[in-house]
């Protein structure tokens, strides 16, 4: 996917807020010919679980830096929409019409896990994206990128490890591009083949760093205030998959 694409998926939530609430809604339509009211619910309880399971997957994604399994653009979009979704398949697998107290408090944690996780992603979306084409994307979620340059750095430091001191020399001159002070790459020349070789792959990876360095103080204001609302939605959206759990175990265990 190019990089005006992930922009267009990061910067449209509302598309994909409406895009989860008409695909949320085709559970009801779909299970409401099924004929009896257990099997309604039942089909229901188990397009919630799933969805609840998908939305899981996207905080293990978060986490993990392998490029081929997409970009977070894509995931994060694919969240939003599979959340709200799941907002209304649990809305109708609920039977508002019957909830006492307890149920309309369960349903105020669902509406504040929606409303604090979909805030979160408008004040990251705010964050600039000029340095799009860096790591897949990814640059633009400031824990990730940091996480990667730390990758990066123990991949520079290895390298050098095996290599003499005209390397390291040479290196030297790049330390402030390392540490976000400079943007100014020193050029690639005096070296043995062997060396140059490493050179050139040194070079890729500092010129990476020295982008993810620019790109974390662009996106730092936004991920601030992102993770004012994150605060809320993370504890919020892992206390109601464990009521899932132990609301599964209970139908499992007394029907």
């Known amino acids: 996917m190019k990089g005006h694409d992930r922009a267009a998926l990061h910067r449209s939530p509302w598309t994909f807020l ?17 004929p009896s009211e257990g099997s309604r619910q039942i089909a229901s309880g188990i397009a919630a679980l799933l969805l609840v399971i998908a939305n899981a997957l996207y905080g293990a994604r978060k986490w993990l830096l392998v490029s081929r399994l997409g970009s977070l653009h894509v995931w994060m979009a694919g969240h939003v929409g599979l959340g709200a979704a799941l907002l ?11 909830l006492g107290g307890p149920g309309w408090a369960l349903v105020a944690l669902v509406g504040l896990q929606v409303l604090s ?3 979160a992603l408008v004040e990251l979306s705010s964050a600039p994206r000029r340095f799009r084409p860096v790591a897949s994307g990814d640059v633009c979620f400031p824990t990730t990128a ?13 390298l050098l490890e095996r290599r003499g001191p005209a390397l ?42 020295a982008l993810l360095h ?19 939605h993370v504890p919020v959206s892992v206390t109601l998959v464990t009521m899932v759990v132990l609301h599964v175990i209970g139908w499992l265990v007394y029907g």
């Open 18 to 34: 409406f895009l989860g609430v008409a695909a949320g809604a085709l559970v009801p339509i779909v299970a409401s010919s099924l």
């Open 88 to 98: 209304v398949v649990a809305l109708w697998h609920a039977d508002l019409s019957e």
């Open 117 to 119: 996780g979909f805030w």
């Open 146 to 158: 940091r996480r990667r340059l730390a990758l990066l750095g123990d991949g520079v430091e290895a």
């Open 168 to 209: 390291r020399a040479w290196f030297e001159r790049y330390r402030p591009v390392l540490e976000g002070r400079s943007t100014e790459s020193p050029p690639l020349e005096g070296f043995a083949p062997a060396d140059a070789r490493v050179a050139a792959d040194l070079h890729a990876r500092v010129g990476r760093i």
């Open 214 to 232: 620019a790109a974390i103080a662009d996106a730092l204001p936004a991920e601030r205030a992102a993770a004012r609302w994150t605060w809320i």
